[in-house]
C-alpha cells in the first residue's frame, strides 16, 4: 500500500492564504487538473474535517475514490456517510492504514491541512509526497508541516505546469 500526500503551496511554504482555508481562490487551474488525475487513480483519499468543509457542497460520490473524513466526533456527521464513498473515522493513521489494508486498498491520498500532514508524517506513513508550487508569496498562512517531524525526501522528478511558473515535485520518502 502506497501513502501519498498532496499539496499546494506558495513559494514561502504556506498552504493557505492568511486565514482564508479556500485554495481554488489562489492556486492555478494545472494544479487542480493535477489533483483530480491524482485522485482519480486512488483506491481511498483521507482528509481532515476542514478540508472536508472546504469541498462537501462539490463531491460527487459517484466518481471513486472512498473519502475519509478524520474528525473527533464521526458521529455527529452520520446522517451524511455514505458506506464504502464518504466515510468519518476518529483513528490514528496506523488504525486507518490497517482499515485500508483490510479493504485491500492499494493507492491512498492524502489531503488537506498541517494537522493531518503532521499527525500522518510523526507516524512514519507518508510514502511519497506531491507538492505543487504556485509562484505566490503570503508571508501567513498554514505551513505543511509543524512541530517536530524530521523526514528524509529523495526528488523523483520536477515539472513545469505553466509559463507562470507552476512546479510540481515529486519526492519518495527515504524510510
Not at 501513502?3 to 494544479?31: C, H, P
Not at 458521529?75 to 473515522?89: M, P, Q, R
Not at 483513528?91 to 492499494?106: A, D, I, M, V
Not at 500532514?117 to 508569496?137: G, S, V, W, Y
Request: overall charge neutral; hydrophobic content about 35%.
Amino acid at each position: 500500500m502506497k501513502v501519498t500526500a498532496i499539496a499546494v503551496m506558495s513559494l514561502d511554504g504556506k498552504l493557505t492564504r492568511w486565514n482564508e482555508d479556500d485554495i481554488r481562490k489562489w492556486s492555478s487551474e494545472d494544479d487542480w487538473k493535477h489533483f483530480v488525475s491524482q485522485r482519480n487513480r486512488a483506491d481511498a483519499v483521507i482528509m481532515g474535517r476542514k478540508t472536508y468543509d472546504q469541498i462537501k457542497v462539490g463531491i460527487d460520490l459517484e466518481i471513486r475514490p472512498c473519502r475519509f473524513v478524520v474528525t473527533k466526533n464521526p458521529k455527529s456527521f452520520s446522517k451524511e456517510t455514505v458506506s464504502g464513498k464518504l466515510e468519518f473515522i476518529q483513528q490514528n493513521p496506523s488504525e486507518f492504514l490497517e482499515l485500508c489494508h483490510r479493504k485491500g486498498y492499494e493507492s491512498i491520498l492524502l489531503v488537506g491541512g498541517s494537522s493531518l500532514f503532521t499527525d500522518f508524517a510523526k507516524h512514519n506513513a507518508i510514502d511519497e509526497l506531491l507538492i505543487t508550487i504556485e509562484p505566490r508569496i503570503f508571508g501567513e498562512g498554514s505551513p505543511l508541516l509543524s512541530g517536530e517531524v524530521d523526514m528524509k525526501l529523495h526528488l523523483e522528478n520536477s515539472e513545469k505546469l505553466n509559463e507562470s511558473g507552476t512546479i510540481l515535485l515529486r519526492y519518495s520518502v527515504i524510510k
